[in-house]
């Protein structure tokens, strides 16, 4: 079983390769966005020391660790599966001998690992160059971000199932993947922390999992946390897993009974 | 051991209907009416291990819907079904490792990568021992003659290409049944006789179970010793193919070439009482329609030759294909 899924990895892997364009202008459209946000919040920062508890330098390092983590958390899942519902071709998935959405998942982590390579490490290496940066030496700090990082990334990829098989059941869901994209982008954290929320939306985004997508790992690295509000955020995180997973596998049961292949 | 069992095999859609206009648009957003189609209507079908049986009918007759079904991607509404001993649709993750399907109209390849690569994701999704995979592979790309395509991705593959490598991602596990649905649409003669062949050569070999969905009736007549049509849902014919062709291809066409014009009546006059008809086709030409298998050409011919000379004569058979198209027009009503 193992080695099937390190073969689905290695496949999406050349896929990628395949599409190296797309890898290009990815590079490009993250290093405007870093720029962008830097910009934005160091004019907002002025002269003040610092906001809401992050100093200015905290905050370019949460810029760039965001988007960098994004480009490894980040996939077109949700939009996969719903063209495969849409053109049929989810038939040829059935009819293999495996969970179509763990499948689905292992690519997902394919293209994760292929852009964290590939992309973040040589990125975060050139926008520290650039850009004053507060990140750790060689410390444990990375190996605790690694562990957020890729619960934040198990929920983010559960997310995407749910809003992907759903064009089960509502056969053009186009509208509310590019809402959910938003969504998540906005309440994760990466476009504004969520310490720069108002008291009451951070109470109520404590109770969602999209803080637990990218918010908590780069609060991992930039606040260098702890003891027990390390285990508090990780603890979060693997809930967050452990709960999404229930819903995924309800709707993709219905889903499969309901099925109906399109085009023959 | 039987291959496919299947008792009132039904499946229904729900299709929702729209109503016409812009008012019928808004009145569907509040309340849509729907319909119930019946695309498969209590089929009954027994398939032993080691046939080839060919499922053919109409546009829309149901084939597709019932190999969905029988490959548990789609859940029966009603009916008992077993393939290959398992529930297909409840037992669908340890029951799909014992079938391979070829869709004509759909790939199983990845599309942007090598096929050799396919293959190998395919090995690891059943678990092929390395000894076996090589084996398997090596004897087909042999046969089907595919060694210089391994390292070329699927997208520049030509249809015939694509379709001797998708015939290997379907049997890379060996399954005991073989689903082919449509797999010679719009196939050269050639890869078609290459296929049809390497067919043949797996079902004696390995007794594996072929069930072939087309709308070439050369398919039917290369591979199947047993036909199952289906129309509107329904069961219409579960026999053999020369059954079928003695049933339904009601006697033979016999073109006479004439030494001399002869008056029609007047062969009519000879063969009086017999179950034919004689048609003119020019001054010397005539065609005798048999319309009664059983009656023998030899027959007529004691009735006419002393009294007309003729010149040639050719007899025809009807094609499976005339009679195939005679049912879809007609119905079964005859058989």
Known sequence: MLKMYLEVIRIRFLMMLAYRVNYYSGIVIYSINIGVYYFLWMSIYGDKPSLQGLTAVQMATYIAVSWMARAFYFNNLDREIAQEIRDGTVAIQLIRPYHYLIVKAFQGLGEGVFRLLLFSVPGMLVVSLVFPLDLPGLSWDWLKFACSLFLGFIINVEVNLLTGVLAFFILNNEGMIWAKRMIVDLLSGLTIPISFFPGWAQAVLSYLPFQAISYLPSMVLVKGLSGDAFWHALSVQAAWCVLLAIPVQLIWLRARKTLIVQGG | ?335
């Open chain 2, 1 to 335: 051991m039987r291959s496919i069992e299947a008792r009132g095999l039904t499946k229904e859609f729900k299709v929702y209907q729209s109503r016409p206009g812009l008012k019928g648009a808004f009145r569907d957003l509040l309340n849509r009416q729907y319909r119930t189609i019946r695309a498969v209507d209590a089929i009954d079908l027994t398939i032993e291990q080691g046939e080839m049986v060919a499922y053919i009918g109409e546009n829309g007759a149901g084939k597709s819907t019932t190999i969905k079904m029988l490959t548990g991607i789609l859940q029966p509404t009603a009916g008992e079904l077993k393939v290959n001993g398992f529930d297909p649709h409840r037992e669908r993750e340890k029951f799909v490792k014992t079938i391979g399907v070829v869709f004509g109209q759909r790939s199983q390849l990845w599309w942007d990568i090598a096929v050799q690569e396919s293959f190998r994701l395919l090995k690891q999704v059943y678990q092929v021992p390395d000894a076996d995979y090589k084996q398997r592979l090596d004897r087909m790309i042999e046969v089907l003659d595919i060694g210089g395509l391994l390292d070329q991705p699927v997208r520049k593959l030509s249809l015939g290409q694509r379709m001797r490598c998708e015939l290997v991602a379907a049997l890379i596990h060996q399954p005991k049944l073989l689903f082919l649905d449509e797999p010679t649409i719009g196939l050269d003669v050639l890869v078609k006789e290459n296929i049809r062949r390497f067919l043949r050569e797996i079902n004696r070999e390995f007794g594996t179970t072929v069930l072939l969905t087309t709308h070439d009736i050369s398919d039917i007549e290369a591979l199947c010793s047993r036909v199952v049509m289906l129309d509107q849902g329904k069961v219409i014919y579960d026999g053999g193919l020369q059954e079928l062709r003695r049933n339904w291809a009601k006697g033979k066409k016999v073109h006479f070439e004439l030494a001399r014009e002869v008056d029609m009546s007047e062969l009519e006059a000879r063969t009086a009482g017999m179950p034919l008809r004689w048609e003119r086709k020019g001054e010397r030409q005539v065609v005798l329609h048999l319309e009664q298998p059983d009656l023998a050409v030899s027959d007529v011919l004691a009735q006419i030759v002393q009294h007309v000379h003729i010149v040639e004569m050719q007899i025809e058979e009807v094609s499976t294909e005339e009679i195939v198209r005679k049912i879809y027009q007609e119905g079964m009503t005859l058989a």
